[in-house]
């Protein structure tokens, strides 16, 4: 029930709810690209569900989009796999911890197991004995730079791989 909002050039925007996307198109400032299923039934209206809209008028965009740096983001990222284990990670570790000086930064977090995350402590991997899976760094694609793009739709595909270049 989310509709893809592209900009007038056709790059993707942003993903928003169905209703919001219908707004737009019955105001004139976005046009349908893609109907989803399901039409929308009202008393004095039916309307095709929005999957894709391109807006009327271009939208200018700063380049160069900081992803910020959150709990969720770091477990997705690592797909909920633990860095040191490759358990099911649902916690996040700072490979240098904070207490020495280890910033909160997508280069320092990992998503890790409890276990893991337990047995570390206050210790770097080094110490330990440890050695990372992956190696931590900032997520890039399409599905992190177009805000709500994480659930995607099957139609959604030819427009966002044309973000990822």
């Given at each position: 029930m989310r509709?893809?909002?592209?900009?007038?050039?056709?790059?993707?925007?942003?993903?928003?709810?169905?209703?919001?996307?219908?707004?737009?198109?019955?105001?004139?400032?976005?046009?349908?690209?893609?109907?989803?299923?399901?039409?929308v039934v009202?008393?004095?209206?039916?309307?095709?569900?929005?999957?894709?809209?391109?807006?009327?008028r271009y939208?200018?965009?700063?380049?160069?989009?900081?992803?910020?740096?959150?709990?969720?983001?770091?477990?997705?990222?690592?797909?909920?796999?633990?860095?040191?284990?490759?358990?099911?990670?649902?916690?996040?570790?700072?490979?240098?911890?904070?207490?020495?000086?280890?910033?909160?930064?997508?280069?320092?977090?990992?998503?890790?197991?409890?276990?893991?995350?337990?047995?570390?402590?206050?210790?770097?991997?080094?110490?330990?004995?440890?050695?990372?899976?992956?190696?931590?760094?900032?997520?890039?694609?399409?599905?992190?730079?177009?805000?709500?793009?994480?659930?995607?739709?099957?139609?959604?595909?030819?427009?966002?791989?044309?973000?990822?270049?």
């Amino acid at each position: 029930m989310r509709t893809l909002v592209l900009n007038a050039g056709y790059e993707p925007l942003a993903v928003v709810s169905f209703r919001r996307a219908i707004v737009l198109v019955l105001a004139g400032k976005a046009a349908v690209v893609e109907n989803g299923p399901h039409p929308v039934v009202s008393e004095m209206l039916t309307v095709d569900r929005p999957s894709v809209i391109v807006l009327s008028r271009y939208v200018k965009v700063p380049h160069g989009r900081v992803i910020p740096v959150s709990r969720r983001g770091v477990l997705r990222r690592d797909e909920h796999r633990c860095a040191y284990c490759n358990a099911h990670g649902s916690t996040i570790d700072h490979v240098l911890p904070r207490s020495r000086g280890g910033q909160d930064t997508w280069e320092n977090l990992v998503a890790c197991c409890i276990r893991c995350n337990n047995v570390k402590g206050n210790r770097t991997p080094e110490e330990m004995g440890w050695t990372l899976s992956v190696r931590p760094r900032a997520p890039r694609g399409p599905a992190w730079v177009v805000r709500g793009a994480d659930v995607r739709e099957p139609s959604w595909e030819e427009y966002l791989g044309a973000a990822a270049a």
